[in-house]
T-cell receptor, first 114, second 113 residues
Framework: QKEVEQDPGPLSVPEGAIVSLNCTYS??????FMWYRQYSRKGPELLMY????GNKEDGRFTAQVDKSSKYISLFIRDSQPSDSATYLC??????????????FGKGTKLSVKP | DAGVTQSPTHLIKTRGQQVTLRCSPK?????VSWYQQALGQGPQFIFQ???????QRGNFPDRFSGHQFPNYSSELNVNALLLGDSALYLC????????????FGQGTRLTVV
């Protein structure tokens, strides 16, 4: 079983739709969870960063962690064509924090159509 | 404030050759991690450097080695290149303390022919 699983998509939605992106993970010791956005031919850009369970909101983006089911989600409200990118979920093997040794999902390619 | 910078941006090498990739961390950061991202995959952790020493290593062969300099910049060296080493190589920098974020550079795209 892979440590982090993510459906690669692709996912295509109309502009203004609510987008739901999801990952599962295998190790209950993981505590830090991240969502990165990666545009084509660019490096990943950190979008959201959460610790343990719960929700975190930043503008149109909401990250959720459910440690009981080992499930992490990213919601994008009022999606825009500029949101078209690959979204990567990640967690850290460094249980005490310190953002090294990240484990990534495969990434979900999102396309938002005008 | 300059972010993480990597050089070169693109590189083409022949199988069996050696390559060196370079990374300058974000200002104020002291820890550098390297990742390999194959096409259509998420990045995979190669190793991390802190205080000029390799502190953690992922599941990569000894052909992959690195170095960190006193100014915190870093190099990734790959010997005896294989076709399968073709990938985007990403450098991420962070600060050695709890709850700090990792920032990625734009990557170096290596093609082995």
């Amino acid at each position: 079983q892979k440590e982090v699983e993510q459906d690669p998509g692709p996912l295509s939605v109309p502009e203004g739709a609510i987008v739901s992106l999801n990952c599962t993970y295998s190790n209950s010791a993981f505590q830090y969870f991240m969502w990165y956005r990666q545009y084509s031919r660019k490096g990943p850009e950190l979008l959201m960063y959460t610790y343990s369970s719960g929700n975190k909101e930043d503008g149109r983006f909401t990250a959720q962690v459910d440690k009981s089911s080992k499930y992490i989600s990213l919601f994008i409200r009022d999606s825009q064509p500029s949101d078209s990118a690959t979204y990567l979920c990640a967690t850290s093997r460094n249980y005490g924090g310190s953002q090294g040794n990240l484990i990534f999902g495969k990434g979900t390619k999102l396309s938002v159509k005008p | 404030d300059a972010g993480v910078t990597q050089s070169p941006t693109h590189l083409i090498k022949t199988r069996g050759q050696q390559v060196t990739l370079r990374c300058s961390p974000k200002s104020g950061h002291d820890t550098v991690s390297w990742y390999q991202q194959a096409l259509g995959q998420g990045p995979q952790f190669i190793f991390q450097y802190y205080e000029e020493e390799e502190r953690q290593r992922g599941n990569f062969p000894d052909r992959f080695s690195g170095h960190q300099f006193p100014n915190y910049s870093s190099e990734l060296n790959v010997n005896a290149l294989l076709l399968g080493d073709s990938a985007l190589y990403l450098c991420a920098s962070s600060l050695e303390r709890v709850n700090t974020e990792a920032f990625f550079g734009q990557g170096t795209r290596l093609t082995v022919v």
